[in-house]
């Protein structure tokens, strides 16, 4: 049997697995429906316990379903149009990694997987499915989760060396910040000269001069190009020579769909049409381009 064949194997089995336990939540639902008079709670609990049986069915399946999927879809459309590839899709990126630019709030639950690292043009990049969720709590002491991040998160070689780290945050990015209550140096919001650009994006710096250096009037019209291109919300942090981009878009890539048949060509031309939002920007930004590659 061939890697396809067991994948769809796999698919059908989770699927009437699935069904299994729609039809036990039903019927304990219309069961107690008849003994309960129809009483919600006692309901919703049936309902719940269908959920978790059906969860508990498909759990190892799915497990098995979604690393073959990654393996004969997933890394095989990477290796289409990335070199030096590394792709550990149960891994993620390192809480530590993002937190320590100190420009994302990091929220109090993180989450985060299908990490790959690989080259695309020589230029070497990280990127990863990231979630980040807030605790919230109530006057009842009720707490539940509220995602404050889910998205994409890119670490991209960048063409350009700086002495200080930047911030260009959408204005519809509303999770973000600048430095933390121990950092030594401060933030300031810097003006630039272009003001559409002003309009859509706020720019912080450690250094005022760095940020005119690193957000030339062509720069900051790729950024522009790049907001209307992802279709996300953007922030790009300029850090240690490297760059940044968060973008919350509430999508996790490279994900299978378990009620369709999978179709290898299909699949691989949607992971490749996934792929764009990582080359798009080292495509517009020109991050492969080090003419002005200069020394510090």
Not at 50 to 77: C, H, P, Q
Not at 81 to 100: C, H, L, Q, R, V
Not at 101 to 113: A, L, V, W
Not at 213 to 225: A, D, G, H, R, W
Request: proline fraction near 1%.
């Amino acid at each position: 049997m061939s890697d396809l064949d067991g994948l769809e194997e796999l698919r059908k089995k989770i699927i009437k697995k699935t069904v299994i336990g729609i039809i036990i939540a039903v019927l304990a639902g219309i069961l107690l429906i008849y003994f309960t008079e129809g009483q919600l709670g006692i309901i919703m609990v049936a309902f719940i316990i269908g959920t978790i049986l059906t969860a508990v069915l498909t759990n190892k399946d799915r497990k098995e379903f979604n690393e073959l999927y990654k393996k004969i879809v997933v890394l095989s459309s990477f290796q289409k149009m990335f070199t030096d590839i590394d792709y550990k899709p149960e891994n993620g990126i390192a809480y530590e990694t993002i937190a320590s630019t100190q420009m994302m709030n990091m929220g109090d639950r993180y989450h985060s997987n299908d990490y790959i690292k690989a080259k695309y043009k020589n230029i070497n990049f990280e990127s990863a499915d990231v979630h980040i969720e807030e605790e919230h709590t109530d006057d009842e002491g009720h707490t539940t989760y509220v995602t404050i991040f889910r998205g994409q998160w890119f670490i991209f070689d960048f063409n350009k060396q700086f002495k200080a780290n930047i911030q260009v945050c959408a204005k519809n990015f509303h999770n973000a910040r600048r430095g933390s209550l121990f950092s030594k140096t401060k933030y300031n919001k810097v003006s630039m000269e272009e003001m559409e650009f002003n309009k859509e994006f706020k720019v912080y710096a450690q250094n005022e001069l760095d940020a005119f250096y690193v957000l030339t009037p062509n720069c900051m019209e790729k950024i522009k190009e790049l907001k209307d291109k992802t279709k996300g919300r953007l922030l790009l942090c300029f850090v240690d020579n490297r760059l940044h981009v968060g973008l919350y878009n509430n999508k996790d890539l490279f994900e299978a769909n378990i009620f369709k048949k999978i179709n290898l060509e299909e699949e691989q031309n949607k992971t490749l049409n996934e792929m764009k939002i990582i080359t798009e920007f080292v495509d517009t930004l020109d991050l492969d381009n080090d003419l002005f590659r200069r020394e510090v």
